[in-house]
């Protein structure tokens, strides 16, 4: 029923028309009209050992890198596996090059930078690093999967903290895989053998955790990557479980979305999660080499790839990430 209705002569005049056990039509809000051609796609295309980008609705845009050697040296512009993207706040792109065990930077027309990292244990060292973020300020976090911690750099890839140790004590970590910030700077991290979701704040303190394994909506099977929602929810991917889960801040289970399948809306191993500022979520299906686009309400509305080798087709997708053109976004994004 419409509510406060204020009782001057036109709204009087509009109640006394309705029948018995009528109600006023409730105002439907406006849908936004979304021009997703100016927002990019960049996906980490770890099986053909390349970053593709795409616009928002699929379209096939630019690919860059190509497969490097099985040891050291690595040559720059080469990558092996390649896990996840990430486009900084100058719209430059890093790429977690996984099999070679370090970081590459590229400029905003995928012009080779700089690159560091190698096979070991230290600040300047990963061991198969499969996560990264571009935080507002410029700095990246990079999710050190196989050491069991998180790093932080700056621009120049110059180390600035770590935190993590091997375990599963809160603040510790088993093989940690995707990375999402909310509006605080609070870091989510998706902490997959340990079957749970751990939040740190920006100086990488503990702050709490929810999540244990399951099949059970509330619970995880493998999660992989996720994302903090402009309203605050979290989706959280699940590669064993080929779901899309909603928790609201504290951990609770809002809902699910997906099960295992090839049609639409169907998952096999989700890898990946984000959403535009519109609201619109886009999830990496990895094991169906495909996007699938969905609206603010998580209905499904498109998807695109195949597998195969050529641009715009996908072996394994591991990771992907946001950024569109200038002024695209609403104020305040």
Same mark, same amino acid.
């Given at each position: 029923?419409?509510?406060?209705?204020?009782?001057?002569?036109?709204?009087?005049?509009?109640? #006394?028309?309705?029948? =018995?056990?009528?109600?006023?039509?409730?105002?439907?809000?406006?849908?936004?009209?979304?021009?997703?051609?100016?927002?990019?796609?960049?996906?980490?295309?770890?099986?053909?050992?390349?970053?593709?980008?795409?616009?928002?609705?699929?379209?096939?845009?630019?690919?860059?890198?190509?497969?490097?050697?099985?040891?050291?040296?690595?040559?720059? !512009?080469?990558?092996?596996?390649?896990?996840?993207?990430?486009?900084?706040?100058?719209?430059?792109?890093?790429?977690?090059?996984?099999?070679?065990?370090?970081?590459?930077?590229?400029?905003? #027309?995928?012009?080779? @930078?700089?690159?560091?990292?190698?096979?070991?244990?230290?600040?300047?060292?990963?061991?198969?690093?499969?996560?990264?973020?571009?935080?507002?300020?410029?700095?990246?976090?990079?999710?050190?999967?196989?050491?069991?911690?998180?790093?932080?750099?700056?621009?120049?890839?110059?180390?600035?903290?770590?935190? !993590? @140790?091997?375990?599963?004590?809160?603040?510790?970590?088993?093989?940690?895989?995707?990375?999402? @910030?909310?509006?605080?700077?609070?870091?989510?991290?998706?902490?997959?053998?340990?079957?749970?979701?751990?939040?740190?704040?920006?100086? !990488?303190?503990?702050?709490?955790?929810?999540?244990?394994?399951?099949?059970?909506?509330?619970?995880?099977?493998?999660?992989?990557?996720?994302?903090?929602?402009?309203?605050?929810?979290?989706?959280?991917?699940?590669?064993?479980?080929?779901?899309?889960?909603?928790? #609201?801040?504290?951990?609770?289970?809002?809902?699910?979305? !997906?099960?295992?399948?090839?049609?639409?809306?169907?998952?096999?191993?989700?890898?990946?999660?984000?959403?535009?500022?519109?609201?619109?979520?886009?999830?990496?299906?990895?094991?169906?080499?495909?996007?699938?686009?969905? #609206?603010?309400?998580?209905?499904?509305?498109?998807?695109?790839?195949?597998?195969?080798?050529? =641009?715009?087709?996908?072996?394994?997708?591991?990771?992907?990430?946001?950024?569109?053109?200038?002024?695209?976004? =609403?104020?305040?994004?």
């Amino acid at each position: 029923m419409t509510e406060d209705i204020k009782e001057d002569e036109s709204t009087a005049h509009a109640v #006394d028309l309705l029948e =018995p056990g009528e109600h006023l039509p409730e105002e439907q809000p406006a849908k936004v009209e979304v021009d997703h051609s100016k927002l990019f796609i960049w996906v980490a295309d770890s099986g053909n050992d390349r970053i593709q980008k795409f616009d928002g609705n699929g379209k096939f845009l630019q690919t860059f890198g190509r497969s490097g050697g099985t040891r050291p040296p690595y040559n720059e !512009g080469e990558f092996k596996t390649p896990s996840a993207v990430a486009v900084d706040v100058n719209n430059n792109i890093w790429v977690a090059d996984t099999g070679c065990h370090r970081i590459q930077k590229f400029d905003p #027309d995928t012009d080779f @930078l700089f690159e560091f990292g190698k096979e070991g244990w230290g600040q300047e060292k990963f061991y198969w690093p499969e996560g990264i973020i571009a935080e507002p300020m410029g700095t990246i976090l990079v999710a050190d999967t196989s050491n069991h911690c998180v790093k932080r750099y700056d621009d120049d890839g110059e180390f600035l903290m770590s935190f !993590g @140790l091997a375990g599963n004590f809160d603040g510790f970590l088993k093989f940690p895989t995707g990375l999402a @910030l909310d509006k605080e700077g609070n870091i989510y991290v998706a902490d997959r053998d340990n079957q749970r979701i751990q939040i740190f704040n920006e100086d !990488g303190q503990f702050l709490s955790k929810f999540g244990e394994y399951g099949f059970e909506a509330g619970r995880l099977n493998f999660p992989t990557g996720l994302t903090v929602r402009k309203d605050g929810t979290l989706l959280v991917v699940e590669k064993s479980q080929n779901r899309l889960q909603i928790f #609201d801040r504290e951990g609770h289970s809002l809902g699910t979305v !997906g099960e295992a399948g090839k049609r639409d809306g169907q998952f096999n191993c989700p890898m990946a999660v984000v959403e535009d500022p519109y609201g619109f979520v886009f999830v990496l299906d990895t094991l169906n080499q495909r996007i699938q686009k969905f #609206d603010p309400d998580l209905n499904f509305v498109a998807k695109w790839g195949i597998v195969g080798k050529e =641009p715009g087709q996908f072996r394994n997708p591991a990771g992907l990430c946001l950024s569109w053109d200038p002024d695209w976004a =609403p104020e305040g994004d």
